[in-house]
């Protein structure tokens, strides 16, 4: 099949955009579904910002392609395989704690990667990410604030989150993963090296997590994929969700 | 729910929108300490607007007047502190 | 104003009214007359409690919302629903009750919400008739609201209207790009109209002739027009609005009168009006099973966070509940 997400900074955009925008769809649907009404505010302005550096991103992948595409065929048209986000976007709101934990790794991530994006030789990107990284350091501040709170609050919150930790860790590496999309856009120099980030990342689990009294799973298991449009089984669910109304109605504006 | 849950206290937020202004109070969160209570009035209160001041304080801490003892409070006027007690001759103009 | 007594209940009173009659404020502490804050209480809570569960029907669309501007725009809406609830319980504590007590009475179906959100969002039409709809009716209310007496609530309304601009320009944009679209999605924005209408001009309440106005609620600046008026208003506003969209209202008794200067429109089903309000509508069952669920489930986060916080500060918490 001939896909037109050849270059790699497009398919970098895509899966950066995608990242966020499947994330943005697990957020969404909780809003009134939260602990407290600041919660509910809190919620939604985390799920706006990643549906906004989705469409930035989906925007500037469109322009570069030059196929006409709208941000809503990239979001609305494409299929499961197709799709480039990390598995650990697209896993499920098993109760808040899963909620907070997918978003602390995230958010963890998130900053040394867009503060490297800042650095970037596209213009376009580098405006996206200079916004990202403060939407992000806000996040960060906000989900490592509740990762403590419920890591060391009562017996229950502990052992909730300890559970999530132990189911989402091993989703983590697709996030950081680097492949040769990323090499070559760092040798083309594109972009500046992202081999800090994990490091990065790890220091900022390692001290949150030892203030919330969390540990690592030990099962080094990671199960990666997303970046190849491999997901887990709870994707196709998403999908189909998110993209049916704008499927049933080919051409009709909305 | 259990009947002994102990709710978040709440906390007053008050706002400076720019420098140059005074905090104003704008509302009230619920909120287990002071860094939640601060994201939370951040949130609600400033949608995030950068560059903005803000200060929550738990409502139990504000000490406040009772306005039913007013005339007791500020009766006692001293008519002196107000400018229009003063007469400026037209001729200076604005003061 | 001198008093002999200032401590006399008749002193108060009599403050309090010229107060009212002046125009001004009743601000937090002042001395109220019992009846005053328990209708505020109750009026301001359940205005509250109607933004809160108001998020639910509209909440439901969001993860299929048609487009990613149509989704951004509709999360934007709900947070902000969220956010006058909180202004909203933030006013009504400074009556001197929690949030907690007025989640109870809500629970326990002792204080009500908006009855237009007992009804189901079956497509995504329906999200832009409750824009257009819904927060047009309300609207007409909340402008009043802004002059109610109670200080707090009155500035909770000036910062909600502020915000509520969008909100039906939202939902009126919706309608019209789909009664300008495809046949399906013209039949779309139909039928949301043919269900949402009559449920909308419902919202005001009772005829004039059968629902009770005290002059007291009209001192109080509760109620500065009545049910009838703020309809009628409604209506003549929003008729005109429909002909532009092209779509046809469900009401065949529906005209200009033109020696009235108004519509005249058919007669409201106020049993079934009943029926939904004394919580036998299509979806009460559902929002409030939502919302006590909602709160249940979040009790552990609650309850740890609180953990946390006497943790830090050193302090046992079974010893701050003895107090």
Sequence with gaps: ???????????????????????????????????????????????????????SLY??????????????????????????????????????????VRQFFVDA??????????????????????????EARYHLRRSATWVVRLGDGTEESHDRTQA????????????????????????????????GVRGVFDATVASVFAEATLTLPTDPYQRLGGRAGVHTEQ???????????????????? | MSASEQGWPLWEVFVRADRGLNHVHAGSVHAADAETALQAARDVYTRRAEGVSIWVVRSTEIVASDPDRRDDWFGDLKPYRHPTFYEIPDAIGHM | MTVTDETTEAALQERFDATLADGRKIEPRDWMPEPYRQTMIRQIAQHA????????????????????????????????????????????????ISRDELNRRLHEGRQKYSSIFNYPTLTWADVGAIGWLVDGAAITNQVMLTRTSYGPYARAMIRICKEESFHQRQGFEI????????????????????????????????????????????????????????????????????????????????????????????????????KVVRGDGPCNRERLEHKRATWEAGAWVREAALAHAAKKSGRDTTTEEAR
């Design chain 1, 235 to 254: 994707f196709g669910h998403l999908l189909p969700e998110m993209q049916r109304l704008y499927r049933s109605h080919p051409g009709a504006r909305w």
């Design chain 3, 49 to 96: 409690h109607s933004e809160v569960i108001g998020q639910q029907p509209e909440g439901n669309w969001i993860t299929r919302a048609p487009t990613l501007a149509r989704k951004a725009v509709l999360v934007a809406k709900v947070q902000d629903e969220a956010g006058h609830g909180l202004y909203l319980y933030s006013a009504c504590e400074t009556l001197g």
């Design chain 1, 59 to 100: 925007a500037h992948a469109a322009i570069l392609e030059g196929l006409g595409r709208s941000e809503d065929d990239l979001a609305m048209l494409r299929d499961e395989r197709q799709f480039l986000n990390a598995t650990l976007v697209e896993q499920p709101d098993v109760d808040f704690a899963h909620t907070i």
């Design chain 1, 164 to 195: 999530a930790v132990d189911l989402l860790w091993r989703y983590t590496g697709d996030l950081l993963a680097l492949d040769e999309i990323e090499e070559t856009l760092v040798a083309d120099g594109v972009l500046p090296s992202l081999d």
């Design chain 1, 109 to 134: 991530y998130q900053v040394p990667f867009y503060d490297v994006l800042c650095g970037a030789s596209d213009p376009v990107l580098a405006g996206i990410a200079e916004k990202a990284v403060k």
């Design chain 3, 175 to 274: 309608m019209h790009t789909l009664a300008t679209g495809t046949d399906e999605q013209r039949a779309m924005a139909q039928d949301a109209l043919d269900r949402w209408w009559w449920p909308s001009i419902s919202m005001f309440g009772p005829p004039d002739a059968e629902s009770v106005h005290t002059e007291q609620s009209v001192a109080w600046g509760i109620k500065l027009e009545t049910n009838d008026q703020l309809r009628q208003k409604f209506v003549d506003q929003t008729v005109p609005q429909a002909d532009y969209l092209g779509l046809r209202i469900p009401d065949p008794d529906l005209r200009w009168n033109e020696e009235r200067g108004h519509y005249d429109f058919g007669a409201i089903d106020w049993d079934d009006f009943w």
């Design chain 1, 1 to 55: 099949m001939m896909t037109t997400t050849t270059t790699p900074l497009i398919r970098f955009l895509l899966r950066t955009a995608d990242d966020n925008l499947v994330l943005a769809q697990r957020l969404g649907a909780l809003l009134a579904r939260m602990p407290e009404l600041e919660e509910d505010i809190a919620v939604a302005n985390v799920c706006l910002d990643h549906l906004g550096q989705a469409r």
